[in-house]
């Protein structure tokens, strides 16, 4: 069995990575499935055409749970732990965007094996969501 690699100091403020997925149609009714959020703004196109955004949206949590795919998968990756989250919701996503979730390090605290994380999504040049995160890494 091979030791584990501390990768605390591998990192560096200004690091940064994302991920990218075009939502789709099966997305959007999975994921109200899962999670029990049935708005009809999000799965009645004819009701939700009689709303402000004039047709279907994606459940934003949706989309910020691309930022947790970031943070579980590529930056810190594989053991990191959530510790908290901000959103704000800035613009609507729609079934066949692609929503890019990128997180930045902004700051890292050594000793207590923390970093605050900037947060984003886009769809092209528009950011649909805005946050910070904090996670903890794992012990090697």
Known sequence: MTQAVDRLSELSEGQSESYA?????????LFAGVSGDDNPVHINEEWASQ????????????SA??????IGTRLPGPGSIYMSQSLKFRAPVRIGDTVTATVTIREINQEKRRLTLDTVCTVGETTVIEGE??????KP
Do not use: C
């Not at 749970?65 to 970031?70: D, L, N």
């Open 51 to 62: 709303t402000m955004f004039k047709g279907r949206i994606a459940h934003g949590m949706l």
């Open 21 to 29: 997925r075009t939502v789709t149609e099966a997305d959007i009714i």
């Open 65 to 70: 749970g691309y930022i947790s795919t970031v």
């Open 133 to 138: 995160a904090m996670v903890m890494l794992p």
